[in-house]
């Protein structure tokens, strides 16, 4: 008796335990994170809002799939003492590829100087979402008391997806989505992972209080001088005012964004956001090279009064000392973001921008930042000065180290949370 006893009490375990093990797969199997602050994990089920629920339908769509509009929620990490949203600034990037380690060096330069808290969006290929999380949740707790983020997949819309991917680099176009699918997020900073914030996140913020009543995005010329600027000299597409626009430092209102009707040169009424981006791929995709960017250009060339031109030290790049310096901006107040393009932080190019780069991914928290980060990089800096960039890298470490001195006296201070 006690043999079959005991034979029933196995197979009874086997059976909870077979039980559970099901129940953890499909009930965990599609999750992400939503992070932020030190504390307690409360698990949410993922819920990609299906287009044919109405009528009792269930579809299941891979990433590149998924509509902008659905919702895709999912590992809620909440933050000691709760998050001020309307203190908060919104941060969004993109990361594909082979740009994890780029987009956290990134992240850390926006953290490390930031004064008011930050929302953090991360748009990233499924295969990343793990490694941002242990990175991001490495971070002294005094750091990490300054930011929350949010995971999502990488979503395009359902008809197109394979298009909008691949235009110009995978996962570039994400971008042009944001206002879709952040639709609870008012105003917004979005940035390339090749971006490092010189001055805090908080300056940039501070210039959507200087939009006018037609104004929604800020951003930066794609280059100073006309006679040997990209667009000038080869674009095949109408783009905004004499040199076209740069789309690696976008400053929105995503509200007014969504709220406004857009002049076109396709129909004589205004087309809504999400009316407006496929037609415009589909008429000007045959002459576009630098793709988002390039429809971001058309757009703002029928809508030039929806756009706060800013000056090329909000987003500097090696095209600004290149052949010379002649981004005025930076010669008088220094350079606020650094926009290593064309992979110049990865190989020995443009050594300015990769030691900037390298100075801060070396840069441990819990070291004082202004002997660890600044003085050498300032002594990394003096040995760029054979290239035309390393002879301007007085602008390299002007702001930065107004910043750090900044970080130094805030030390102590609360974030916000």
Not at 120 to 142: K, R, V
Not at 200 to 211: E, I, K, N, Y
Request: with cysteine.
């Amino acid at each position: 008796m006690r043999r079959y006893i005991r034979a029933f009490l196995v197979c009874m375990l086997f059976a909870v335990f077979s039980a559970l093990y099901v129940y953890s797969k499909l009930f965990y199997s599609d999750l992400s994170v939503v992070g932020g602050g030190l504390g307690e994990k409360t698990f949410l089920h993922r819920a990609a809002a299906s287009k044919r629920s109405d009528i009792g339908q269930e579809t299941r769509r891979g990433p590149d799939e998924t509509d902008p509009g659905d919702q895709l929620w999912y590992i809620l990490r909440k933050a000691e003492g709760r998050v001020r949203t309307a203190a908060a600034m919104h941060l969004a990037v993109v990361a594909c590829g082979q740009r994890l380690q780029e987009t956290l060096t990134m992240l850390k330069s926006a953290v490390m100087l930031s004064i008011n808290p930050l929302c953090l969006h991360i748009f990233a290929e499924d295969q990343l979402h793990a490694s941002f999380i242990e990175a991001l949740e490495s971070w002294p707790g005094s750091f990490r008391s300054r930011f929350n983020y949010t995971l999502y997949p990488i979503t395009f819309p359902r008809e197109n997806a394979g298009e909008w991917k691949k235009l110009f680099k995978p996962c570039a176009s994400q971008r042009l989505f944001l206002p879709l699918i952040l639709k609870e997020v008012d105003s917004l900073v979005y940035v390339d992972s090749d971006i490092l914030f010189l001055q805090p996140v908080d300056a940039l913020w501070s210039l959507l209080a200087h939009f006018n009543a037609t104004q929604l995005a800020a951003m930066a010329p794609e280059h100073e001088e006309p006679r040997i600027a990209w667009y000038s000299r080869f674009a095949r597409h109408p783009y905004y005012g004499r040199t076209g626009i740069n789309s690696g430092v976008m400053l929105m209102n995503m509200t007014r964004i969504r709220a406004t009707y857009f002049k076109n040169d396709m129909t004589s009424v205004g087309l809504r956001w999400e009316e407006l981006l496929m037609p415009l791929l589909q008429k000007y995709k045959l002459n576009m090279t630098w793709g988002d960017q390039d429809l971001l250009n058309i757009i703002f060339h029928h809508n030039p009064e929806c756009l706060l031109e800013v000056p090329c030290h909000w987003n500097y790049r090696p095209d600004h000392c290149i052949y010379g310096s002649n981004c005025g901006s930076a010669e008088e107040e220094g350079i606020f973001i650094l926009h290593g393009n064309r992979g110049v932080y990865h190989d020995l190019k443009q050594p300015a921008f990769r030691a900037v780069y390298d100075a801060i991914r070396q840069y441990s928290f819990r070291e004082d930042p202004v002997s660890s980060l600044l003085v050498p990089l300032e002594e990394e800096l003096l040995k760029t000065t054979r290239s035309y960039c390393g002879k301007s890298h007085v602008l390299f470490t002007k702001r930065l180290a107004h910043s750090l001195a900044n970080v130094n006296r805030d030390a102590q201070r609360p974030h916000g949370w």
